[in-house]
C-alpha cells in the first residue's frame, strides 16, 4: 500500500533571514543559512558476524552552524565574534581579539544565543525561527579589505547542549523565541 504524500510548494524557497546573537540584532544574512549535524555511533559487532552491526549505541551530535553577516560593524563586532573578543573604550571604541581563553576550560561561559528570523515574517510570529540555545565561535573566514569589496563577515559556530531545555531540543529548536 502506497502512503499519500500531500506536496507543501509554500515551503520549498527559504526565506531570508536576520540575526541575533547574544539578544543583539546584527543586521542581515549574505548566502543564507547551513546547519549541518552528524552523530556518531558506536557499532556493536561480534566475530560470530564479522564487521555486520548486531547493534549502534549514539554517542551524541556534533552540530555546526555557518552564515555569512552582510551587515557587520566594529560597533558590533565584539558580538559577532562571540565572548572570544573584547570591547575596549581607550582612545575610542575597538575591538580586540585573541588570548582571553586560551588553553582554559570554558565551556558554557562563552557560549551565547543565536536567533535567526525570516525577513518577510512578522516579529511576533515563530513559526520559522531558527533558535540556538548555546553556540561557540569556532571559526571566521577573513575579512577582506579593499575597493571592490563587500564588508562581509562569515563565520562557523558550534553548538553545545543546553541541559536545561527540553529533551530532543537541547541543541537547536526550529519555530520557538528564545528563552
Request: charged share 20%; proline share 3%.
Amino acid at each position: 500500500m502506497a502512503t499519500a504524500f500531500t506536496a507543501t510548494p509554500s515551503g520549498i524557497i527559504l526565506p531570508n533571514m536576520r540575526v541575533t546573537i547574544d539578544g543583539t540584532a546584527m543586521g542581515l544574512t549574505k548566502g543564507g543559512i547551513e546547519i549541518a549535524c552528524t552523530t556518531e555511533w558506536l557499532k556493536v559487532t561480534s566475530d560470530q558476524y564479522g564487521r555486520t552491526p548486531l547493534q549502534m549505541f549514539n554517542l551524541g551530535d556534533d552540530v555546526s552552524i555557518k552564515f555569512a553577516l552582510h551587515e557587520f560593524s566594529y560597533a558590533n563586532l565584539n558580538r559577532a565574534l562571540g565572548k572570544t573578543s573584547t570591547l575596549r573604550s581607550t582612545g575610542g571604541t575597538a575591538v580586540g581579539l585573541g588570548g582571553l581563553f586560551a588553553a582554559a576550560k570554558v565551556g558554557t561561559t562563552v557560549a551565547v544565543a543565536l536567533l535567526f528570523h525570516p525577513l518577510d515574517e512578522d516579529d511576533a510570529s515563530l513559526v520559522d525561527d531558527v533558535n540556538v540555545w548555546k553556540a561557540i565561535l569556532m571559526r571566521c573566514e577573513p575579512i577582506k579589505y579593499g575597493p571592490d569589496q563587500e564588508q562581509v563577515l562569515a563565520m562557523e559556530w558550534g553548538v553545545i547542549a543546553d541541559t536545561s531545555m527540553t529533551a530532543g531540543k537541547m541543541l537547536i529548536d526550529f519555530g520557538l523565541a528564545a528563552a
